[in-house]
Structure formats: structure tokens, C-alpha cells
């Protein structure tokens, strides 16, 4: 099946700094990706949908400057935490639309972020 | 407005008894997709299945069985002879691109 990488796995960072998150598409072209969020033990809340080459759309109450997205190519979308705090530290999650065939999607393993 | 509901926030079942997980979604949209995930400790995501609202039939994979009820908004997801290694967080989703999860349910399988 289609895999979609996120890179790091995990990161910690010190209060104030900015932490960038890549989603990738191994072996397909997405030109949608989605962002989601994870607290511990709560569901997945979407945050914003990627499109390649164009500004993403973001969930009400999603704030579009700490939260940078930025989809320059078709396997690849970056999600940037901006001056990160410590209620940033969540799960964060991708997942992509092949562009092709079904349409179907596929999610990322998800990346840990842990803010000191 | 969308919806996923998952009234069980928590189960726990020994080992071989079966177990069913209910979802109950609110939708406008006349063409959706609902599906179920898995979400081990490890925390990825584990497809499990997705069902078109034009296609009713349950559906069997091995020890696990989705029912499908458009007249209830239900789509309930039961596993049989339940195993320690199905302990997880199960999502109910619907949606298309955008997927609405419910609040998952936490299933413990005890030996």
C-alpha cells in the first residue's frame, strides 16, 4: 500500500523555538495533504488542509502564523511550529490524497512533539 | 454540521469474548465515507476500513465484522474471539478528504 513518512518521529524543544515537521508521500503524488493534532487520550482535530502550490486552508481556531504550512511539491508538505510553548506538545498527524485512482488516504506515522 | 459519536470511552473484555465498538455519525452530505481505525500504543494509525454511504452491506475481514445502519446512522465495528494484541484506541471517522473522528474508545483485552 501507499506510505506516508513524517519525519522526526519525535523532537523536543526548548520554549520559544520553532519545530519543523515534514509529511512525505513515498510512492505517489498527493495534492491534498491534512494536518491534524492529538492531544494525549483525545481524538484527532483536523487543523488545516495543504494544497500544492497554494495556501493552506485552515480550521477555525487554528492560528496560520504559529502554525506554518507550506506544500512546495507534491510529495511533500512541511508544517512548521512557530515559537513553540509547552500546550503546543501534542501529537501532530498528516495524511495524504493520492492524486490518482481512487483518491484514497493514507496517514503518516505521526510525529511527538514535546515542548520544555 | 458532521459528527462521529462514540458513546464507549472505555472497554475491557477477556480474552476471547467478543466485543463490539459502536459509532453513531451525523452528516448532510448524501455521499460520505465512514471508516475505522486502529491506534496502538505506538501511536500510528492503522486503516482498518472504509465504507461508501451507497454501500450497505456488512462487511466480514476475519475476526473483525463492520455493520452498517443508514437508518440508525450506525456503524458498528465488532471483533470476535477478541486477543490481547487488539488492545488499542479505535476511531470511528466520516468524511472524504476531511475526516471527522470521534473520540475514539479504548479497548482493553485482558488475558
Known amino acids: 500500500g501507499a506510505v506516508v513518512s513524517q519525519h522526526p518521529s519525535r523532537v523536543i524543544c526548548k520554549s520559544g523555538t520553532s519545530v519543523k515537521i515534514e509529511c512525505r508521500s513515498l510512492?505517489?503524488?498527493?495534492?491534498?495533504m491534512f494536518w491534524y493534532r492529538q492531544f494525549p487520550k483525545q481524538s484527532l482535530m483536523l487543523m488545516a488542509t495543504?494544497?500544492?502550490?497554494?495556501?493552506?486552508?485552515?480550521e477555525q481556531g487554528v492560528e496560520k502564523d504559529k502554525f506554518l504550512i507550506n506544500h512546495a511539491s507534491l510529495t511533500l508538505s512541511t508544517l512548521t511550529v512557530t515559537s513553540a510553548h509547552p500546550e503546543d506538545s501534542s501529537f501532530y498527524i498528516c495524511?495524504?490524497?493520492?492524486?490518482?485512482?481512487?483518491?484514497?488516504?493514507?496517514f503518516g506515522e505521526g510525529s511527538r512533539l514535546t515542548v520544555l | 454540521a458532521q459528527k462521529v459519536t462514540q458513546a464507549q470511552t472505555e472497554i475491557s473484555v477477556v480474552e476471547k469474548e467478543d466485543v463490539t465498538l459502536d459509532c453513531v455519525y451525523e452528516?448532510?452530505?448524501?455521499?460520505?465515507?465512514l471508516f475505522w481505525y486502529k491506534q496502538p500504543p505506538s501511536g500510528e494509525l492503522v486503516f482498518l476500513i472504509r465504507?461508501?454511504?451507497?454501500?450497505?452491506q456488512n462487511e466480514i475481514s476475519g475476526r473483525y465484522s463492520w455493520n452498517f445502519q443508514k437508518s440508525t446512522s450506525s456503524f458498528n465495528f465488532t471483533i470476535t474471539a477478541s486477543q490481547v494484541v487488539d488492545s488499542a484506541v479505535y476511531f470511528c471517522?466520516?468524511?472524504?478528504?476531511?475526516?471527522?473522528f470521534g473520540k475514539g474508545t479504548r479497548l482493553h483485552i485482558l488475558p
Open positions: 495524511s495524504a490524497k493520492a492524486s490518482v485512482n481512487t483518491g484514497e488516504l493514507f
Open positions: 510512492d505517489f503524488q498527493a495534492t491534498t
Open positions: 495543504s494544497n500544492e502550490g497554494s495556501k493552506a486552508t485552515y
Open positions: 452528516t448532510r452530505d448524501t455521499t460520505y465515507y
Open positions: 465504507r461508501n454511504s451507497f454501500d450497505e
Open positions: 471517522a466520516l468524511g472524504d478528504d476531511k475526516i471527522i
